[in-house]
Each structure stands twice: as C-alpha cells, then as structure tokens.
C-alpha cells in the first residue's frame, strides 16, 4: 500500500507518497512521470513521515529550511540510487552539472545517463535535482518544467 497526501505550495499542488514509514514520492503536478493514482494508493493524511514532509517543505518554501531530514526510499536502479545520493551532496545555493556528476560518480562518460537518472527522481525537492544544469551553465530539462527550476534555485539564491 502507498499514502499520500497532496499539498499546496508556492509552485502549485504537489503530491507525496510514502511505504513503510518511507517517503517514496515527492511530485509537482502535471509533471513528467506523475503517478497515477491505482487501489494501491491510499489517502492517509495521518501519516507520520507524509506529514513531517509536509511540514519541511513548508519550512523549505518559506526559505527557513535548506537540508531535508527525512527518512528516504526512492525506488531505482543501482545506478539511478547512485546519482540521486550524488544529487542529495549538492548544497542550498549551490549548482553542479551532469559532467560534474557523472566525474564524481568515476564515470565520466555517463553524462546522458546521468542526465536520464536525474530525469526520473521520484523526490523532487527533497533530492534537489533542480541543482543540476547544463555544462555551458544553461537550466536545462526538469521533470516539474524549467519554471518551476528557476523559481527554486532563486528562491535558494543560486547564481544563475
């Protein structure tokens, strides 16, 4: 069983999901990958960990909160787990590229898959893929729409 809640935030409704006492899922509306809602699914605002997401991305909107504290189980490959911890290392305020990424990870030739693994990051926000941009310093592709990226790395102070 997956619970979830939506929430409202400055950049419009999103959706989080939690098993096992684990968040799982942090998605704006309308953006790519968006889980479709299946009996599997459950409404259950009592949740704990859905309700202290809830709570930090509150802080996190309001600029009071720059590091998430929650307990996380993002579902992926191997590799796909591989970039999203690389991504959760990437500071409030700070950008990195996919190159930067794919270097740090001893793999300087996955850029592209880098970049695909990025993509599909099920915590939007909370693994802060919105950090990332392209080599020559452009904003480049997010699930959520590059509106949504710009406003959070301005609302973190990131150079641009």
């Known amino acids: 069983m997956i619970d979830y809640i939506d929430i409202g935030s400055p ?3 999103v959706r989080l999901a939690a098993q096992n006492g684990e968040l799982t899922g942090c998605y704006f509306d309308g953006q790519k990958y968006y889980p479709e809602l299946t009996p599997a699914w459950r409404l259950h605002p009592d949740c704990a ?3 202290e997401a809830a709570r930090q991305l509150e802080l996190y909107f309001a600029g009071q909160l720059q590091r998430f ?4 189980a993002p579902k992926g490959t191997a590799f796909q787990q591989e970039v999203w911890r690389a991504l959760s290392e990437i500071n409030s305020g700070r950008l990195s590229t996919y190159q930067q990424i794919a270097n740090l990870l001893g793999r300087p030739r ?3 898959a880098v970049g695909a693994a990025v993509g599909r990051n099920p ?18 592709g997010y699930a ?3 509106n949504r990226k710009q406003a959070l790395l301005e609302l973190e102070k990131a150079p641009l």
């Open 11 to 13: 950049l419009g409704r």
């Open 49 to 51: 960990v859905l309700q």
């Open 110 to 112: 996955a850029t592209r």
């Open 123 to 140: 915590l939007s926000v909370i693994i802060p893929c919105h950090r990332v941009i392209g080599g020559n310093g452009s904003l480049t």
């Open 144 to 146: 959520g729409g590059l």
């Open 69 to 72: 504290d929650l307990p996380l």
